[in-house]
Nanobody, 115 residues
């Protein structure tokens, strides 16, 4: 059974930091491109960051310089280090795995930035 389980969300003040994790199982994690996608209240899905199987990374302009995506293929885990958080970063953050043949979503973890 394929599973993507996010963790690490929570409530932090503006300017704070959080580290999200996504534990993967049931598929060959190292062969998949991984992404973080978020959905703010009342809005659509927004791609945040991605990391390919070769380790190359990409970021949305809205998070560039503040967020860092990484992966540990030995632990089948994806990470998102989020620094200098802003209220507009408030959203449910989803982990997404994609290959040429299949794709999977996690259940999401809530991130709330508020004073």
């Amino acid at each position: 059974e394929v599973q993507l389980v996010e963790s690490g969300g929570g409530l932090v003040q503006p300017g704070g930091s959080l580290r999200l994790s996504c534990a993967a199982s049931g598929f060959t994690f190292s062969g998949y491109a991984m992404s973080w996608v978020r959905q703010a209240p009342g809005k659509g899905l927004e791609w945040v960051s991605g990391i390919n199987s070769d380790g190359s990374t990409r970021y949305a302009d809205s998070v560039k310089g503040r967020f860092t995506i990484s992966r540990d293929n030995a632990k089948n885990t994806l990470y998102l280090q989020m620094n200098s958080l802003k209220p507009e970063d408030t959203a449910v953050y989803y982990c997404y795995a994609a290959s040429n043949w299949s794709h999977y979503w996690g259940q999401g973890t809530q991130v709330t930035i508020s004073s």
